[in-house]
């Protein structure tokens, strides 16, 4: 549904987005296992890399976009959708170059999850997760630094003005700095949109973590352990920002 469909059948429409987190969407919404670990989404819209993403995303982006611009911030997606095919090229190369560095098997897995997801476990895999920067600031060579959102980084004009106004719309950034959240490290540039991402988390908290990443055959996951497993569910997947969970 789209968010303001969403804020009517809640009857909170005066409240607004901010109670996303107090609101249960069990049974609200199906979605098939595909979908779940970027396999095939029929609610895909866009057609490149930046582009592509949950058609209410890039409709709750969009006007966005239009707010941000009043203030002279020009919004840029530096990632959108991700395909399970892309995550486990990424995650494969890097445990490629690891371990040939040296690494043990499950140091390297241990290094890759400080910043990139297993795949079949990442937020972009719904479309709904989107990494955003300011198009109209100076441009380092590497955009996606906590550094440069921070402090004078070209960045922090953009951080402010999604700080006030990113959850008027829907998005809240997943991996926050709280200094008790574990898992991925500190993203600043990470949004997601919630109406759509806490009815697919609670759909994908009900798959077998396990299963999957065997099944699926990942570059590995052989060294995978059911503790290894139970952490990175708990820490990796779950331990995001309080207002993207149910």
Wanted: with cysteine; aromatic share 12%.
């Amino acid at each position: 549904m789209n968010r303001n469909k969403f804020i009517k059948i809640t009857g909170l429409g005066g409240i607004g987005i901010a109670v996303l987190p107090q609101l249960s969407f069990s049974g609200t919404q199906s979605f098939s296992r595909n979908q779940l670990i970027g396999k095939g989404n029929q609610d895909l819209v866009g057609d490149t890399y930046t582009s592509t993403m949950h058609r209410e995303a890039s409709e709750a982006l969009t006007k966005m976009k239009r707010a941000a611009a009043k203030a002279n911030i020009e919004i840029e997606v530096v990632s959108a959708y991700r395909s399970f095919q892309r995550q486990k090229e990424i995650f494969e190369g890097k445990y490629d170059r690891f371990t040939k560095q040296g690494l043990s098997p499950t140091d390297a897995i241990e290094k890759i999850i400080e910043y990139s997801t297993i795949p079949g476990t990442s937020r972009h895999h719904w479309g709904t997760d989107l990494d955003l920067i300011q198009a109209n600031a100076p441009r380092p060579a590497s955009v996606l630094q906590a550094k440069h959102f921070h402090g004078n980084g070209p960045f922090c004009k953009f951080k402010a003005w999604m700080d006030e106004h990113a959850a008027e719309f829907g998005f809240y950034e997943t991996y926050t700095d709280n200094a008790l959240r574990k898992g991925f490290a500190y993203e600043p540039w990470h949004f997601s949109y919630a109406p759509v991402s806490i009815p697919m988390l609670q759909a994908y908290k009900k798959l077998d973590l396990k299963q999957l990443v065997l099944e699926e055959k990942i570059l590995g996951a052989e060294h995978f352990s059911e503790a290894f497993i139970e952490r990175y569910r708990a820490n990796n997947i779950l331990d995001i920002n309080p207002k993207l969970l149910s």
